[in-house]
């Protein structure tokens, strides 16, 4: 099973794509929790060199008071992470599956939930 939902936007900066793949979270409900900048916490903790790679936390409020309300471990796994990656060709966008993250857990009533989060990720990534 693969975990994540990915598609490449040629010619796309990763700034370009981050912009549209924060529009296209906002219409499904998603806002940006938190913002992690790979390529800049890589420089400066290692000195090291790497690829713009962008971490989004996406939540959306009521699909997460629902999940933590069926399951009160589940903010371990929150928010749901979406990458934006510099590609040879344009920027790669990539959103975690969390119908194959949440098998780890086992709680029935997390499943119906955890789908429709994947079905408004995978909406995100398709609309782009």
């Known amino acids: 099973m693969t975990y994540t939902f990915h598609k490449t936007l040629p010619g796309r900066t990763v700034d370009e794509a981050v912009t ?4 296209a979270l906002q219409e499904q409900g998603f806002g940006i929790l938190t913002e992690i900048d790979v390529r800049a916490t890589l420089k400066q903790k290692l000195d090291a060199e790497f690829r713009d790679y962008r971490i989004l936390g996406a939540c959306n409020p009521p699909l997460a008071h629902r999940a933590l309300q069926a399951e009160d ?3 371990a796994m929150l ?9 040879d060709d344009g920027a790669e966008v990539a959103a975690i599956d ?3 993250s949440m098998q780890a ?3 029935d009533a997390l ?3 955890a789908e429709e989060v994947r079905d408004r990720l995978k909406s995100v990534v398709e609309t782009l």
């Open 98 to 100: 969390p119908v194959a």
């Open 105 to 107: 857990v086992d709680n």
């Open 111 to 113: 499943r119906p939930i």
């Open 79 to 87: 928010p749901c992470n979406v990458i934006v990656q510099a590609r």
């Open 73 to 75: 471990r589940i903010g």
């Open 20 to 23: 549209a793949v924060t529009a």
